[in-house]
């Protein structure tokens, strides 16, 4: 069964970096998008960044264009998000998730989802 685990969260001060972790197992991703999402309380989840398993391309949400960096560790099965110039309106729950499509930021077509880890930037 699809798994996708995350890990790396935490607490981190403003303008300070952080690097979360997204290792799937289960299947083979050759064909899938990868993503990241995040979930800030009382608010919907949103989309952050996508990248897909067997190509260069990656897409970022405008709000942290510039400042995350989506990248992947084929070998390993593993895909990160590196956060830089972090703010306080980063601090969310981020999801991993695998969709099976090309529509990298679309939630609605990401069927698998980690069970998410907690970012909390002070300020």
């Known amino acids: 069964q699809v798994q996708l685990v995350e890990s790396g969260g935490g607490l981190v001060q403003a303008g300070g970096s952080l690097r979360v972790s997204c290792a799937a197992s289960g299947r083979t991703f050759s064909s899938y998008a990868l993503g990241w999402f995040r979930q800030a309380p009382g608010k919907e989840r949103e989309f952050v960044a996508a990248?897909?398993?067997?190509?260069?391309?990656?897409y970022y949400a405008d709000s942290v264009k510039g400042r995350f960096t989506i990248s992947r560790d084929n070998a390993k099965n593993t895909v990160y998000l590196q956060m830089n110039s972090l703010k306080p309106e980063d601090t969310a729950v981020y999801y991993c998730?695998?969709?099976?499509?090309?529509?990298?930021?679309?939630?609605?077509?990401?069927?698998?989802w980690g069970q998410g880890t907690q970012v909390t930037v002070s300020s």
């Open positions: 990248t897909r398993w067997s190509a260069s391309s990656t």
């Open positions: 998730a695998a969709n099976p499509t090309t529509a990298m930021s679309v939630m609605a077509k990401y069927g698998y």
